[in-house]
C-alpha cells in the first residue's frame, strides 16, 4: 500500500461520509414533516368523531320526542 492510495481512500471515504451526513439530515427534516402532518390528521380526526357523536346525540333526542 503506497501513500496515495490511502489518502485517495480517505477522500472518498470522507466523501461518502459527507454524502450520507446530507442524507441523515434531509430525512430528519423530511421526518419532522410527516409527524406534524400525523398531527394534523389526528386532529381532524378527533374532531370528526366529535361531530358524528353530536349528530348521534341531537338524532337520538330527535327520534325520540
Same mark, same amino acid.
Given at each position: 500500500?503506497? /501513500? ?8 472518498? !471515504? ?8 446530507? #442524507?441523515?439530515?434531509? =430525512? ?5 414533516? !410527516? /409527524? ?8 381532524? !380526526?378527533?374532531?370528526?368523531? =366529535?361531530? !358524528? #357523536?353530536? =349528530? ?7 327520534? #325520540?320526542?
Amino acid at each position: 500500500m503506497d /501513500k496515495e492510495h490511502v489518502q485517495s481512500e480517505i477522500e472518498r !471515504l470522507t466523501k461518502d461520509k459527507l454524502q450520507i451526513e446530507t #442524507s441523515i439530515v434531509t =430525512y430528519e427534516k423530511e421526518l419532522l414533516k !410527516l /409527524k406534524a402532518q400525523n398531527d394534523m390528521l389526528t386532529g381532524a !380526526l378527533q374532531t370528526c368523531n =366529535y361531530f !358524528l #357523536s353530536q =349528530y348521534e346525540e341531537v338524532k337520538e333526542e330527535t327520534d #325520540s320526542v
